[in-house]
């Protein structure tokens, strides 16, 4: 096989990475407690889903009639017929079924779909899913798969994260409300930090730092700096910085971050930075640095460049955003594509003022 073709199968299982179950349950808890009817009477659409693998088809199919939903809809990708034997084999699942069809199995994705009672044991749960054949790939650029995009109302995934600013931009076309995973660093994307900075778009509740794991395939190499496998074979890895992007509400959104005056930072800060040197100002750019989010001073009414974890925390109610520092993307909110500090090059930061200082 030609190397192009080993780097697309490289590529397509390095994105195969599947969310436990945990996590996805603790981030849709937080849009509950926020809105107990968030998904009541909504067609959700998992559009980068292997059912047969994913945890967030069994969340949604076990607790359909909980949480009210009206329909689910789950997708696969099937990859080139050329790549199967490096990325996929049909699994037991789709052997036994009695619409197994080996001439689609290797081109084919496969739907789900849950709405009724199929088994006739008067409740709606996993054991309900119908699935079929999709008639092309499943790839959600598809006619076919944007059709259900349009017709879904809410679209929660882990979507390839190679593919992260398209996927983006392919729900935000259609105006639907998601939940997504994704790097932190998108945050800075072109594509994304517009949408941040417009409060189109923001972090989710459940994940603020540090690393998640993820469930990957057999074949994915376990280069990463954790992983294990457990006691049945299956193998995770953990991946740093990421977080679940989102435009529907939780609570935590519009709780303000508490804040110190400069002064009291300087003498009580727990960053031996702030207590020693204070703050500076960019060599280039008329803004204060602040290394920290939780070092940002109450009491200053200017320009503050943040990191950008600082996202995590980010109250529309308290901060309005100004643009980005040290950012290459010409979106329109790039203040500077460099920043020095004392003329050494700072990281990316995120230019922020108080509301009401």
Request: charged share 30%; with cysteine.
């Amino acid at each position: 096989m030609g190397n192009d073709k080993l780097g697309v199968a490289k590529q397509a299982k390095s994105d195969e990475f599947y969310t436990q179950y945990a996590d996805i349950e603790k981030e849709m808890n937080a849009y509950l407690e926020f809105n107990p009817s968030v998904f009541k009477n909504k067609v959700i659409l998992l559009p980068c889903d292997d059912p047969e693998w994913s945890n967030f088809t069994k969340y949604f199919a076990q607790n359909f009639e909980k949480l009210e939903i009206k329909k689910l809809i789950s997708t696969s990708f099937a990859t080139d017929s050329k790549l199967i034997q490096l990325i996929s084999q049909p699994t037991l699942f789709e052997l036994d079924s009695p619409q197994f069809d080996a001439t689609k199995t290797k081109s084919n994705g496969k739907i789900f779909t849950l709405f009724r009672d199929k088994t006739g044991d008067k409740r709606i749960d996993v054991g309900d899913l119908e699935w079929d054949y999709l008639e092309g790939n499943g790839d959600f650029r598809s006619k076919e798969i944007s059709k259900l995009r349009d017709e879904a109302d809410i679209i929660v995934t882990n979507p390839p994260f190679s593919l992260f600013r398209e996927f983006l931009a392919w729900i935000v076309e259609a105006k639907k409300d998601f939940v997504i995973i994704g790097n932190m660093n998108a945050m800075t994307y072109k594509e994304v930090f517009p949408l941040i900075a417009d409060n189109k778009l923001w972090l989710g509740q459940s994940i603020h730092s540090g690393d998640r794991e993820f469930q990957v395939p057999e074949s994915y190499p376990l280069e990463s700096a954790g992983w294990r496998i457990d006691d049945v074979g299956n193998r995770f890895i953990r991946v740093k910085g990421v977080r679940w992007f989102t435009n529907i509400e939780h609570g935590r959104r519009h709780q303000p971050l508490p804040l110190m005056t400069m002064d009291d930072n300087i003498k009580y800060s727990k960053h031996e930075e702030i207590q020693n040197v204070g703050y500076r100002k960019y060599d280039d750019f008329d803004a204060l640095d602040v290394p920290f989010t939780d070092a940002i001073p109450s009491d200053y009414s200017e320009i503050m460049g943040v990191p950008i974890s600082f996202l995590d925390k980010y109250s529309p109610e308290q901060f309005e955003i100004i643009g980005n520092l040290g950012s290459y993307a010409p979106d329109g909110y790039s203040l500077a594509s460099k920043i020095y500090l004392e003329g050494k090059k700072v990281y990316k930061r995120i230019a922020i003022k108080h509301r009401n200082p």
